[in-house]
């Protein structure tokens, strides 16, 4: 199987660690970044930089967007021009609307979409360990196995593109249930003067555990955020969630719920964007 030449558009913290992996496994890969810096840091992987994303999608046969939201990408998409014909892996989080919007982006511009959001943050981009939730046509698939293998720890294979940004919905809203939940019971277990702690070890290797409890109820404790998944990106991802709960029928007051908790934090942070999704448990102990 032969590698193909990849142009990543967007090296920010995912796209970073993605570059990264797909540099180990020896996949080619020419980048872009709107702060130039951000590609800059990655030269050393061997990957090359470009000043705009036109340049870097040149001689590429497939371009991987890891941008914000759906106005980044198909704003990236249209200014690279790719050849018509070219795989379009997409694997930011666009949810319903902005799904649809990339597939009528894809068909205008002739450019074959691969529908591909991710599950796994910051430290699975870096070791290849992500879940990709791909969708689009079976005639992609053995080009994109050796980018697949690459960046991921599974593939699910969901049928038509736009199944996997549905889906992706459906893990987001789990992943940031039990973030919040984990605040709400370790900022429960400060207030009633429990060490948050016990609540950790109380559910470690039982039946209510999770791994993520830890990693995030750790940045909880100790009052440190650093990025993995930052709190503006979550709080983008929550309002998709809103209005996907809507357009299926389904109420959507839990998801409400968490929405106001991660405004009601970043509403106290000077720099929302810097800090982890974990800081949302200030939105729970902070009443200003
Ligand atoms: P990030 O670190 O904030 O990076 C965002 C990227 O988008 C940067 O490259 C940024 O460029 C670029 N960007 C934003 N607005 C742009 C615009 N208008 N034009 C051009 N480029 C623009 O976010 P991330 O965590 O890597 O997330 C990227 C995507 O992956 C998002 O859709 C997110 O929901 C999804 N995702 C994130 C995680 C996670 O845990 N972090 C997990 C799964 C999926 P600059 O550097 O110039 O600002």
Known sequence: MTNPVVAVLGTGTMGAGM???LRRAGIPVRMWNRAAEKAQALTDTGAEAFGSPAE???GADVVLTMLFDA?????VVRQAAAPAGTTWLQCSTVGVE???RTIAAATELGLVLVDCPVLGT???????ALVLLASGPEQTREQLAPVFDALGSKTLWLGEAGAGSRLK????????????????SIALARGLGVDPQHFLSAIEGGPLDTPYAHVKGANMISGQFPV??????AAKDARLIRAALQTAGIADRLDAAVLETMDAAARTLPDP???DLSALIIGLTDRS
Do not use: H, Y
């Not at 910051?122 to 290849?128: H, L, T």
């Not at 919905?169 to 709400?184: R, S």
């Open 56 to 58: 870097a999608v040149a």
């Open 122 to 128: 910051k430290e699975p981009a870096e070791k290849g």
């Open 19 to 21: 570059v990264r992996s």
């Open 169 to 184: 919905l459906a893990c987001n809203a789990w992943l940031f249930m039990i973030t919040a939940g984990t605040a709400q």
């Open 98 to 100: 902005g799904v649809e």
């Open 228 to 233: 993995s998944f930052g709190l503006t990106g």
């Open 273 to 275: 964007g810097a800090v």
């Open 71 to 75: 106005d980044a990408v198909i704003d």
